[in-house]
Each structure stands twice: as C-alpha cells, then as structure tokens.
Nanobody, 121 residues
Framework: QVQLVESGGGLVQPGGSLRLSCAASGRIFSINTMDWYRQAPGKERELVARITREGSAQYVDSAKGRFTISRDNAKNTLYLQMNSLKPEDTAVYYC???????????????WGQGTQVTVSS
C-alpha cells in the first residue's frame, strides 16, 4: 500500500513560478529514483526531471535553467520548483517514484494522480 499525492499546481501568468510537491506515503521501505512527468492535451507524456536517491538530477532540455527538482528523503517528498513559466509548460504534472514497499521484494513504479499547471495571461 503505497500512494503518491501531488499538490501545488494552479493558474499562473507567464514568467511566474510554482512549486509542486509530491508526498509518498504507505508501507514504504525505500525510494530509489523519483520523477516528474507532464502531459499536455494531445501530446505524449514527457519526462521533465529525474532525481536519484543521492540527489543527482536530469532535466528535459526545455526545463534546464528554469526548473529545479529536489527531494527530502526524511519526509519521502519530491519537489519541483518551476520558474520563468511559459505557456508551453501547461500540462498535467505527474509524480512517479521507484519504490520498494514493505509488502513486496522488489522495487516497483508508482504514480500520483496528477496536478494541473496552467500558464496563461
């Protein structure tokens, strides 16, 4: 029993900022990689940022220099700081995590329900 819940989405003007959070809860043994994906209407789901357990991060080119992914391992929480937002960033943002639960032997991928980010003037 593991669940991920995103929060922090909303409506923001171009150039504005948002910070998304993703809280993992349940029978968690350990969390490996944590990701932020996004999916805009009519488009494929896109990996935006990925962070390892040790804190190494990767970003999609369009997010480099504007987004920062981070995590608090003590709180089992993932963050995405989004600055200088553009209309092209409008999408549903999903948290994903590779988690070993206390109910299973191996790691499995879990997904949150998504949070809407709309960038519009």
């Amino acid at each position: 029993q593991v669940q991920l819940v995103e929060s922090g989405g909303g409506l923001v003007q171009p150039g504005g900022s948002l910070r998304l959070s993703c809280a993992a809860s349940g029978r968690i043994f350990s969390i490996n990689t944590m990701d932020w994906y996004r999916q805009a209407p009519g488009k494929e789901r896109e990996l935006v940022a990925r962070i390892t357990r040790e804190g190494s991060a990767q970003y999609v080119d369009s997010a480099k220099g504007r987004f920062t992914i981070s995590r608090d391992n003590a709180k089992n929480t993932l963050y995405l700081q989004m600055n200088s937002l553009k209309p092209e960033d409008t999408a549903v943002y999903y948290c994903s995590a590779n988690i070993k639960s206390r109910a299973f032997t191996y790691y499995a991928n879990y997904w949150g329900q998504g949070t809407q980010v709309t960038v519009s003037s």
